[in-house]
């Protein structure tokens, strides 16, 4: 799949267009996104930073699509952890994922989200559920 391939399956989804995000790169194992920063993402108004929600998003959808070489497709999330390591001020928001086990019926994958200074300010991993859809 080509990365313009992989934007306009991304862009079906009308939370993935309000994000922002657009597909940077795509790997054997893995993708890289941007999401377009929002002043509706701010949870503090004194402190702007971004909601963890957002991150948390921004980590799934990441990890999620690493997939997509495999699967050609979005794959719902079974489960999920994420880790803060700093807050994310205003500005656009950068995400790679990666695949840590490709199976069957079960795959895993991780992200990391950066600011445009190349900070780390989250990463996660998740469970994903990759079978073929019936029918």
Not at 5 to 14: D, E, G, K, T, Y
Not at 37 to 52: C, L
Not at 53 to 59: K, R, S, T
């Amino acid at each position: 799949m080509t990365v313009d391939q992989v934007q306009q399956l991304l862009l079906r989804a009308p939370y993935h267009r309000w994000l922002g995000l657009e597909v940077l790169a795509i790997h054997d194992d893995g993708i890289e996104i941007k999401a377009t920063w929002r002043e509706e993402w701010i949870v503090n108004p004194e402190g702007r930073y971004t909601h963890g929600g957002v991150l948390a998003a921004i980590i799934d959808l990441a990890a999620d699509w690493a997939l997509v070489k495999r699967t050609g497709r979005g794959v719902p999330t079974i489960d999920m952890r994420v880790d803060y390591h700093a807050p994310a001020m205003p500005g656009d928001l950068f995400a790679r994922g990666k695949v840590i086990k490709s199976g069957r019926q079960f795959s895993t994958a991780e992200a990391q989200v950066f600011d445009s200074e190349r900070r780390l300010l989250a990463s996660g991993r998740g469970t994903y559920f990759t079978a073929p859809p019936k029918g």
